[in-house]
């Protein structure tokens, strides 16, 4: 699947639920991760393949760091991170679960060769659907709740650079017009 990038309109749009749990949602999830494999991330969210759907995917076993831990529990037990990932979270509900909040380096897909400071809760509260339609919980903190809000975001039409400062954005300007070019130049040649 093709990554949207900056200045397509899906990325500002607010996502819709997913009512309808079958084989096509499923495919629909494998070719997230294919994709998200291939751009080398570690999450990919449906609007980000140009699907306005509420649906985003997950892999922290391809986190950069794997020194650094990766604390979890899901539906209130610890489980080992390989039972977990891949992670694929239908119709998410997120909600911090702490008031520590930290600043780190975020990049996303959508924004190629852009990385940018952000402020973001420590730890978060997951529900979500899984692709049969159960509902789950997983509790996190770290780099994976920064990359849940991080997803989550991007199915209520926020992407990183909304979180930056005027200072930040004015840092990274020329980077997002030349993106912003070649997605109106793309969009140009799909009509």
Same mark, same amino acid.
């Given at each position: 699947?093709?990554?949207?990038?900056?200045?397509?309109?899906?990325?500002?749009?607010?996502?819709?639920?997913?009512?309808i749990?079958?084989?096509?949602?499923?495919?629909?999830?494998?070719?997230?991760?294919?994709?998200?494999?291939?751009?080398?991330?570690?999450?990919?969210?449906?609007?980000?393949?140009?699907?306005?759907?509420?649906?985003?995917?997950?892999?922290?076993?391809?986190?950069? #760091?794997?020194?650094?831990?990766?604390?979890?529990?899901?539906?209130?037990?610890?489980?080992?991170?390989?039972?977990?990932?891949?992670?694929?979270?239908?119709?998410p509900?997120?909600?911090?679960?702490?008031?520590?909040?930290?600043?780190a380096?975020?990049?996303?897909?959508?924004?190629?060769?852009?990385?940018?400071?952000v402020?973001?809760?420590?730890?978060?509260?997951?529900?979500?659907?899984?692709?049969?339609?159960?509902?789950?919980?997983?509790?996190?903190?770290?780099?994976?709740?920064?990359?849940?809000?991080?997803?989550?975001?991007?199915?209520?039409?926020?992407?990183?650079? #909304?979180?930056?400062?005027?200072?930040?954005?004015?840092?990274?300007?020329?980077?997002?017009?030349?993106?912003?070019?070649?997605?109106?130049?793309?969009?140009?040649?799909?009509?």
């Amino acid at each position: 699947m093709r990554v949207t990038q900056y200045g397509e309109p899906v990325l500002k749009q607010k996502a819709e639920d997913i009512d309808i749990f079958n084989d096509e949602l499923e495919t629909l999830a494998n070719d997230m991760f294919e994709t998200m494999c291939e751009a080398n991330g570690i999450g990919l969210a449906a609007p980000q393949v140009g699907i306005s759907k509420r649906m985003f995917v997950i892999d922290m076993r391809r986190r950069v #760091d794997t020194d650094s831990e990766c604390n979890f529990t899901l539906d209130g037990r610890y489980v080992p991170l390989e039972l977990a990932m891949p992670l694929v979270a239908v119709n998410p509900e997120v909600e911090n679960a702490g008031m520590y909040v930290e600043t780190a380096e975020e990049g996303c897909l959508s924004f190629p060769g852009i990385y940018a400071e952000v402020e973001r809760f420590y730890k978060v509260r997951l529900t979500y659907n899984d692709l049969r339609g159960l509902r789950h919980e997983i509790v996190c903190d770290g780099l994976f709740a920064r990359c849940i809000q991080h997803e989550n975001d991007h199915l209520d039409g926020v992407t990183f650079v #909304d979180r930056l400062s005027s200072k930040q954005l004015l840092k990274i300007s020329s980077k997002l017009k030349k993106i912003k070019r070649s997605s109106r130049d793309f969009l140009k040649g799909q009509k």
